[in-house]
């Protein structure tokens, strides 16, 4: 009567002694430029790497692009002194030349991927769109990271029609001129600093541009951040992109709970874009505070407190899996 019992045993042994080796199966690969680690390239940490596995970055710079294929779901890369200055990824490529994806430094493509205290920047300068960040795929969180450019800094991108990608943005750092946050992706930013260049123009930029489709409820939500920029009332909060003159591309964004500077303009907060008036979007306001709050203008349109309730980080990221990395 008792061998029964001690092949039940053996089994859950068995099981847990494979649980066990599952969970230790993640590996940890080293890049270093300096050849101290296990690779010299993420790419080529990338190319080793599978689902579950850790990139640990160590302090350096990084020429040329990093390409996270889709089918590198579920990898981090972090930066491994955890300050994302120490790790900077580069590059300087136009759009003009290499396309939207071509000139991106990081092109990420992969669903359920972290990246973590690393510097992207794309220095190409004026003159052309040029990316520092495409995130092009569901599910993506990058804390602490600084992303720099100048116009296009950081595309959410799912593609064209309805479909919708999710990425999270906590405490990081996103500098830019020319719509330098942009895309048709459900997009929060939250705990950010925002920073408008100074382009020595009266009109010194707009930072979103958002192409929701208007079948999707949430675009693009700033919040608990803080915007910061250049002379007196010369960036607009945002403008109108129908990507591809797309009539059902009704962008959405929602600044609230952030502190506004005075950069920040009063009248023409929101901008038209290639003929779309930015009315035809849905623009919108929420409890912010500073210098660049509305002063009473009729183009600011605010969001009711009952309205907002529903706005908030869970709700643009649950999607339809409940899915929440919201700190």
């Not at 009248?267 to 500073?290: H, L, V």
């Given at each position: 009567m008792r061998r029964p019992t001690l092949a039940v045993l053996t089994v859950a042994a068995v099981a847990i002694v494979a649980t066990a080796t599952a969970a230790q199966a993640a590996t940890t690969y080293v890049v270093a430029a300096d050849g101290s680690g296990n690779y010299t390239t993420i790419q080529a940490a990338l190319a080793k790497a599978v689902s579950g596995d850790t990139i640990s970055v160590k302090a350096g710079t990084y020429q040329g692009q990093v390409n996270i294929a889709s089918g590198k779901s579920g990898i981090t890369i972090k930066g491994a002194t955890g300050t994302a200055t120490d790790v900077v990824i580069t590059g300087k490529v136009p759009q003009s030349t290499g396309g939207a994806t071509g000139s991106a430094t990081v092109l990420n493509l992969a669903a359920n991927t972290t990246i973590t205290g690393v510097t992207i920047a794309n220095t190409y300068g004026i003159g052309s769109q040029a990316l520092?960040?495409?995130?092009?795929?569901?599910?993506?969180?990058?804390?602490?990271?600084?992303?720099?450019?100048?116009?296009?800094?950081?595309?959410?991108?799912?593609?064209?029609?309805?479909?919708?990608?999710?990425?999270?943005?906590?405490?990081?750092?996103?500098?830019?001129?020319?719509?330098?946050?942009?895309?048709?992706?459900?997009?929060?930013?939250?705990?950010?600093?925002?920073?408008?260049?100074?382009?020595?123009?009266?009109?010194?930029?707009?930072?979103?541009?958002?192409?929701?489709?208007?079948?999707n409820t949430y675009g693009i939500l700033i919040t608990r951040s803080t915007l910061q920029g250049p002379a007196a009332q010369t960036v607009a909060l945002g403008r109108c992109w129908h990507a591809g003159n797309a009539t059902d591309a009704i962008g959405q964004v929602l600044v609230r709970d952030s502190s506004l500077g005075s950069h920040i303009r009063q009248?023409?907060?929101?901008?038209?874009?290639?003929?779309?008036?930015?009315?035809?979007?849905?623009?919108?306001?929420?409890?912010?505070?500073?210098?660049?709050?509305?002063?009473?203008?009729s183009d600011r349109p605010q969001m009711s407190a009952s309205t907002a309730a529903n706005y908030t980080s869970q709700k643009y990221l649950a999607g339809a899996d409940g899915w929440n990395p919201v700190q």
């Open positions: 520092a960040l495409y995130a092009g795929a569901d599910r993506q969180v990058y804390r602490n990271v600084r992303l720099l450019g100048h116009q296009d800094t950081f595309l959410s991108w799912g593609g064209t029609g309805s479909k919708q990608v999710r990425q999270y943005v906590y405490k990081s750092y996103i500098e830019g001129d020319v719509d330098f946050i942009y895309g048709n992706g459900a997009l929060v930013i939250d705990s950010t600093t925002i920073k408008s260049l100074d382009r020595g123009s009266s009109n010194n930029g707009y930072i979103t541009a958002a192409a929701t489709n208007a079948s009248a023409g907060a929101w901008q038209d874009m290639s003929g779309f008036s930015w009315k035809t979007c849905r623009f919108n306001e929420y409890n912010n505070s500073g210098a660049g709050v509305t002063q009473g203008t």
